[in-house]
């Protein structure tokens, strides 16, 4: 059963705009939120977290939401950039070592 | 610094052979460890954690066991593969529970 998942498999945005990538999870006592980004046959590398007593935490270029009525976590990526063309998994975990990631969504900034 | 290390890159095993994966982490002390796996079209999957020496939890059934036979030292065996174990292998460390995971670089295995 899978508890976070990202509904979008790929997203195209051209370089200086918005990416927005999304995420929904089912389980309501996640507490903690992560975004990675993955190259090709490379590790997920972290990029961002967030803790569920916040809504909202900046990183840079990166912005991470988090609507806790909705169970939706959403990452921002202003301004794009080709170097930003990657997969974007989100993962989530209750207060332990059990982090439930999504299937990823393939980001492709077209410059 | 901490870095983490995983061999080998690549590996293509015959069904019914044993399996060892080994991940080394410097640069840090009891530090927590994962191994995850990504089938294709698959988000990662948890398959084992440690907390420390000796120390595995296992998050699925299957063929697959896990040792930490020293403080930074992680291992993923099997006595006889399967083709489903095919995938991607990752180990991941982390400073502490609910804190970022840092990944190596994988393992793609391929089961023939």
């Known amino acids: 059963d899978q508890q976070v998942k990202q509904n979008s498999p790929s997203l195209s945005v051209q370089e200086g705009r918005i990416s927005i990538l999304n995420c929904d999870y089912t389980?309501?006592?996640?507490?903690?939120f992560l975004w990675y980004k993955k190259y090709p046959a490379e590790g997920p590398t972290f990029l961002i977290s967030i803790s569920s007593i916040k809504d909202k935490n900046e990183d840079g270029r990166f912005t991470v939401f988090l609507n806790k009525s909705a169970k939706h976590l959403s990452l921002h990526i202003v301004p794009s950039q080709p170097g930003d063309s990657a997969v974007y998994f989100c993962?989530?975990?209750?207060?332990?070592?059990?982090?439930?990631f999504g299937t990823g969504t393939s980001l492709t900034v077209i410059p | 610094s901490q870095t983490i290390h995983q061999w080998p890159a690549t590996l293509v095993q015959p069904v019914g052979s044993p399996l060892s994966l080994e991940c080394t982490v410097e640069g840090t002390s009891n530090p927590n460890l994962y191994w995850y796996r990504q089938a294709a079209g698959r988000g990662l999957q948890l398959l084992f954690y440690s907390i420390g020496i000796g120390q595995i939890s296992s998050e699925v059934p299957q063929n697959l066991s896990a040792s930490r036979p020293q403080d930074r030292q992680f291992i993923l065996s099997s006595k006889k593969l399967l083709l489903s174990d095919s995938g991607f292998y990752l180990c991941?460390?982390?400073?502490?529970?609910?804190?970022?995971?840092?990944f190596g670089d994988g393992t793609r295995l391929s089961i023939l």
């Open positions: 993962a989530a975990s209750i207060a332990g070592n059990q982090f439930y």
């Open positions: 991941a460390w982390s400073i502490r529970v609910n804190q970022p995971q840092h």
């Open positions: 389980n309501s006592m996640f507490d903690y």
